[in-house]
């Protein structure tokens, strides 16, 4: 392993004003997102939507520091041969993977997952390395429900967090760390921050014991919210204040950077808490954003699978791109919003 070789990456992926596309939505998980706008999902389509946002060239050489990919797009073309991942290189962004092959039940835990993809990651991380990948993602996923999440849960998918991270390092990719509590429930903020604490501390307890480099890792975080049934949602100065104490508790200061999910939180939201944080400030990491939906639900409404919204589609992501970069300095207004609309 090249240390100073994955932090410069690693710093480089939370460049100040920029953060992560997360593009990365396994065949399934587009296809629901494709439902809502009424386009079929075949790999045509899927090419032509994310060669869309890789073409918004102010987004991209301005606003997205890298790209996490899924594996059918990182060996894809665009529609005129030239392979997705170098339209990402030739933006100055870095291109990603997504490594971990989803979730089955966790045995002997009902109601809770384990996420899977180890077996033979070390070959697959060789083959990405050498078609560009310079880092990748692993998304565990903790739900909160009743005498849920259980510490085998919390602990095994730590675990194999962990392990996940270290054979990264080994292949010379930067691993994004990402333990994800829902907010799926109704549970409130408090119960959140307690849970995702537990989770973070566990996470960080594993890389130790397995000896993964933390100035090499990127840690990608849920704030600190409510769950969305919950009838007592916090304000964005709270969701701010409480994932700011939270994250000082759990994350050493050597790790390089913090980019947050989205999670299910609307787009407006996830900008707003965004920059709420780094409004507070004097904290010993840069917070940016690895978006999924919060970057790309406008961008798809806009598209609806129609070449001649091309433009429209990505007029509306570099317009999410270019407001979460002013969230990722606390230079984000709400009024930037409505002007835009
Ligand atoms: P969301 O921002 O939609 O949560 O997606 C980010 C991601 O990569 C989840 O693994």
Redesign the pocket.
């Known amino acids: 392993m090249n240390l100073a070789d994955l932090n410069k990456i690693a710093t480089a992926m939370v460049a100040p004003g920029k953060g992560l596309l997360?593009a990365?939505e396994s065949s399934g998980t587009i296809k629901k997102r494709f439902d809502v706008i009424g386009v079929e999902s075949n790999e045509d389509s899927r090419r032509d939507y994310r060669e869309m946002m890789f073409r918004s060239k102010d987004a991209m050489t301005h606003y997205i520091s890298g790209v996490?990919l899924y594996d059918e797009t990182i060996w894809q073309n665009a529609k005129d041969g030239t392979p997705l991942i170098k339209l990402i290189e030739a933006a100055g962004s870095i291109p990603g993977i997504k490594v971990d092959e989803g979730t089955q039940p966790l045995p002997n835990c009902p109601g809770e997952l384990i996420t899977v993809g180890l077996d033979k990651l070390a070959e697959r991380l060789a083959k990405y390395y050498k078609q560009g990948a310079r880092f990748a993602?692993w998304?565990a996923v903790l739900d909160i429900g009743a005498g849920i999440p259980s510490y085998a849960a919390i602990h095994t998918n730590a675990h194999a967090l962990a392990r996940y991270a270290a054979l990264c390092q080994a292949a010379q990719i930067v691993p994004i760390v990402?333990p994800?509590v829902l907010m799926d429930g109704d549970h409130d903020i408090d119960r959140c921050f307690e849970v995702t604490e537990f989770a973070l501390k566990e996470t960080f307890q594993q890389l130790y014991y397995q000896k993964v480099a933390l100035e090499g890792m990127i840690l990608k975080p849920n704030m600190a919210i409510a769950g969305k049934k919950s009838a007592k949602q916090a304000s964005v100065d709270e969701v701010a204040e409480k994932t700011v104490r939270l994250l000082k508790r759990c994350v050493p200061a050597a790790v390089p950077g913090i980019a947050f999910?989205?999670?299910?939180q609307s787009d407006e939201d996830a900008t707003a808490h965004l920059d709420a944080m780094n409004k507070i400030g004097g904290l010993p990491w840069p917070l940016t954003f690895?978006?999924?939906?919060?970057l790309q639900a406008a961008p798809q409404k806009a598209w609806s699978g129609k070449t001649e919204n091309v433009a429209a589609g990505q007029q509306a992501f570099t317009h999410r791109a270019q407001m979460n970069s002013l969230a990722s300095k606390g230079e984000w207004k709400s009024a930037l919003e409505k002007k835009a609309a």
């Open positions: 997360a990365d996490i993602k998304r990402e994800e999910l989205s999670g299910g690895s978006y999924g939906r919060a």
